[in-house]
């Protein structure tokens, strides 16, 4: 999933029950409920327990105003209705999974650094920037321009935000290192004892 021409768009959603329909699909990718009821809301309420705090008009008026921004797609077939998010629905449920995104720290520092080395070409330069923008966000330390640095164990993340950024190992590597000569600075940054 990459950040597209949806960039500029998203803003962080003013409710949880925004954040709940976006992920819930972006998750499941898909509910199904059966057509011929009457209480179609009532069904799709039911069809997930975090839903079910919402209250009913609430929840309609939002799923509606989901399906005109073109976030969410309703099809009817077989006698059954179909609920998943569009491409622009993927996108703003990358972003909110992005935005959320934090990187979980150990009681003990093990002693290894993870280095997170970029090399993201000129026509990727918003890729490149918001990337750089998150390595920020989630507390890497800059040793170089493109060379970040982290005391804790990251992958996971790294791999998210590289898939999220349409972005190649080829052009986002990471490293697992023992030793940083003059890390002294680094480990007074992350307050970390030797």
Known sequence: MTIGKYKYYFKKPRSAIVKDILQCL????????AANSPYFVHHLMASRRKFQRYKRKKFSDTFSRLKREGLVEVRMRGGQVYISLTKKGKAKAGWMQIDSLRIKKPKKWDGKWWLVIFDI???????????????????????????WAYPFPCQVEIELLRDFFGLSK?????????????????????????
Do not use: N, W
């Open 26 to 33: 972006a998750v499941g990718g898909l509910i199904i409920i």
């Open 121 to 147: 070409s000129q026509l990727k330069k918003q890729h490149r920037e918001a990337f750089r923008g998150k390595l920020k966000g989630l507390g890497f330390y800059p040793l170089q321009k493109s060379v």
């Open 170 to 194: 080829k052009e986002v590597q990471l490293v697992l290192t023992e030793k940083i000569e003059e890390d002294k600075e680094l480990r007074r940054h992350f307050k970390l004892k030797k």
